[in-house]
């Protein structure tokens, strides 16, 4: 594998042609993720995922910064979308012990509903 530098081709070593195959990989892998679903597709999501909603409010307040717990009830009551990589997902995840595969499995199944 080569690589341009300086508007030169230089060989890359085998340990810089599997970083960079690596790096691609991932970035590949990020493309296939969905990112954002309505609140309702999200909703049905946890519940078909056996989180309830009534649980998400209970881990919602319970958290202990004030002004974070209202944001995250707010985003949770009123938002019209959710972001994968918003703090109110955090904050459920976090609460549920989802991993980051969980999550995105999660995203994946609201956006079928």
Known sequence: MKRLVNGVEVDLS?????EV?????????????????????AR??????????????????????PMERELAQTDWEYASDVRRES??????ANAFELSEN???????LAAGL
């Not at 085998?14 to 599997?18: D, I, N």
């Not at 049905?44 to 910064?65: E, F, M, N, P």
């Open 14 to 18: 085998p340990e810089e042609e599997a």
């Open 21 to 41: 195959l690596a790096e691609r990989a991932a970035e590949l892998a990020e493309i296939g993720k969905v990112k954002l679903v309505s609140m309702a597709q």
């Open 44 to 65: 049905k999501a946890l519940i078909q995922s056996s989180i309830s909603i009534a649980s998400v409010d209970a881990a919602l307040a319970g958290i202990t910064d």
């Open 87 to 92: 703090d109110l997902v955090n904050n459920i």
């Open 102 to 108: 969980e999550v995105d499995d999660l995203f994946t």
